[in-house]
Nanobody, 123 residues
Framework: QVQLVESGGGLVQAGGSLRLSCAASGRTFSNYAMGWFHQAPGKEREFVAGINRSSDSTYYADSVKGRFTISRDNVKNTVYLQMNSLKPEDTAVYYC????????????????WGQGTQVTVSS
């Protein structure tokens, strides 16, 4: 089992920034690739960003490329999502997730999930 706990969400104005964190415990964090997803009300959960186990490969949804950056610290067992130039359409609950699948972007490929943190971007 891997337990994941997100933090760092909140209310921000358009154009602002937030940094989300996801702390992992349980099985060896460095064994898993990590991803961030978001889910807006009435919509499906969507891939936002992913990072492989050793941090030498990152991948993003087109909607966030150039604005969001995913990173991880395998000593602190934490994955981060730096979100800049936020837009109202980024408003959603953000989830981190763990997978053993390389470059996974589909929710069904992720085995462990956090409870989510709300991000609200006002216009």
């Amino acid at each position: 089992q891997v337990q994941l706990v997100e933090s760092g969400g909140g209310l921000v104005q358009a154009g602002g920034s937030l940094r989300l964190s996801c702390a992992a415990s349980g099985r060896t964090f460095s064994n898993y690739a990590m991803g961030w997803f978001h889910q807006a009300p009435g919509k499906e959960r969507e891939f936002v960003a992913g990072i492989n186990r050793s941090s030498d490969s990152t991948y993003y949804a087109d909607s966030v490329k150039g604005r969001f950056t995913i990173s991880r610290d395998n000593v602190k067992n934490t994955v981060y999502l730096q979100m800049n130039s936020l837009k109202p359409e980024d408003t959603a609950v953000y989830y981190c997730a763990a997978t053993t699948v390389l470059r996974a972007t589909l929710p069904q490929n992720y085995r462990y999930w956090g409870q989510g943190t709300q991000v609200t971007v006002s216009s």
